[in-house]
């Protein structure tokens, strides 16, 4: 008599309704896991519902369904999930995915927000459908709401796009809809970078009021670090002995590849008084705790400052702390006309993002480029 090919289904559940839950059981050794009845052609949606005791008891339904399947000789093969999956399902599991994966904070935080917007627009029988009968008027009709500027549209369609590529990969979809609604032509910001009389101006200012604001901003300009996540979370174990190099790992700064940065003489005077203040390697340089200030600590120092330094003149408006990022990028390529040296520093992913930086600061345009036209 043959063995018994299944084990009895089980529930995992997360107290959090906003991370799905299921069942799991092992078929031929295979481990499947279930969200819903779709398999059994049954409407048990248990991450649709509202409270967690409505959770808990469509999966105690869902579990006592399977079960009873599988004990009858039903096989879980018998379904492709591959090719007949929801859509509201396909949009989870392409979030669930990205939420796990090594993105910045505020990447994860625009999906999350445009995943809630658009599951809340479509109706859910469009919801319920699968991902490859989606209408792309549906697309269209949910970015119409976007129309503000031209920015804002694309950087949603950009994002959706995101949804719908994965679903693509994984095969739930045979296309990728957003591609094929309107694109709309967006207009470069040009960022206001600083004099060298406005540098030293906002950095002394900087220095007497606001100390820890004012090393951020020294080592976003000098180390070309980015100030909210790289800068914020940097600890006396990322600093070298000698007070040579920043260290970060692929998993701590945004290009995702290890990063040794070189620390101009100017900030290790003002690092070394920091250091000095702490013997614990975890500590952060800042906070000199174990736990950083929070992700909006230098967002709101900047913006205190900013309000007292605009009233006196030391700044502009449209100067901000990526300025110091900006003004050294610019520097660096009027000293050296080297954009391979540049995207090193900024650890851009090829030379046409340096270009295009380049050009968003204003610092090339395409007038210039006549300039190194070939000659006969």
């Not at 869902?62 to 999956?85: A, H, M, R, V």
């Not at 004012?214 to 180390?223: A, E, N, V, W």
């Not at 605009?310 to 009027?334: C, E, M, P, W």
């Amino acid at each position: 008599m043959r063995q018994k090919m299944f084990t009895d289904p089980k529930i995992i559940l997360n107290d959090d309704l906003s991370i799905r839950s299921y069942i799991t059981f092992y078929y031929d050794g295979k481990r499947f896991r279930e969200y819903n009845g779709k398999k059994l052609k049954l409407d048990i949606n248990p991450n649709y519902s509202k409270t967690l005791t409505d959770r808990k008891r469509l999966l105690n339904r869902l579990c006592f369904e399977f079960k009873k399947s599988l004990t009858s000789g039903w096989s879980p093969y018998e379904f492709d999930n591959q090719k007949n999956i929801s859509l509201r399902d396909a949009l989870d599991i392409v979030l669930e995915e990205k939420l796990k994966s090594e993105y910045s904070r505020t990447y994860k935080r625009d999906l999350s927000s445009l995943h809630e917007r658009f599951i809340n627009f479509l109706p859910p029988s469009i919801l319920n459908q699968y991902v490859k009968s989606l209408d792309s008027r549906y697309i269209e009709n949910f970015l119409s709401n976007f129309k503000s500027s031209n920015r804002n549209y694309m950087n949603k369609r950009r994002s959706l796009s995101v949804f719908f590529s994965e679903m693509l990969r994984m095969g739930f979809a045979s296309k990728n809809l957003v591609l094929s609604t309107k694109s709309l032509k967006t207009k470069s910001v040009l960022h206001q970078t600083y004099t060298k009389d406005e540098l030293n101006s906002v950095l002394n200012f900087l220095k007497a009021e606001y100390p820890n604001l004012h090393l951020c901003c020294l080592i976003t300009y000098g180390c070309f670090l980015r100030p909210h996540e790289e800068v914020r979370l940097l600890t006396k174990k990322h600093i070298s002995e000698d007070l040579e190099q920043i260290n970060l790992s692929g998993k701590e700064n945004k290009s995702g590849r290890n990063r040794n940065v070189f620390i101009p003489n100017y900030i290790k005077i003002e690092l070394a008084k920091r250091i000095n203040e702490t013997s614990d390697g975890e500590n952060n340089i800042f906070s000199l705790t174990n736990e950083p200030f929070n992700n909006d600590y230098f967002r709101t120092q900047w913006s205190r400052a900013k309000s007292i330094m605009l009233k006196k003149g030391i700044i502009k408006k449209d100067q901000t702390i990526y300025s110091f990022r900006h003004t050294a990028a610019v520097n660096v390529y009027r000293k050296t006309k080297d954009l391979d040296i540049l995207q090193q520093l900024l650890q851009h992913s090829n030379m046409i993002v340096t270009l295009n930086y380049l050009r968003g600061l204003g610092e090339i345009s395409d007038e210039r480029l006549k300039d190194v036209l070939p000659e006969l």
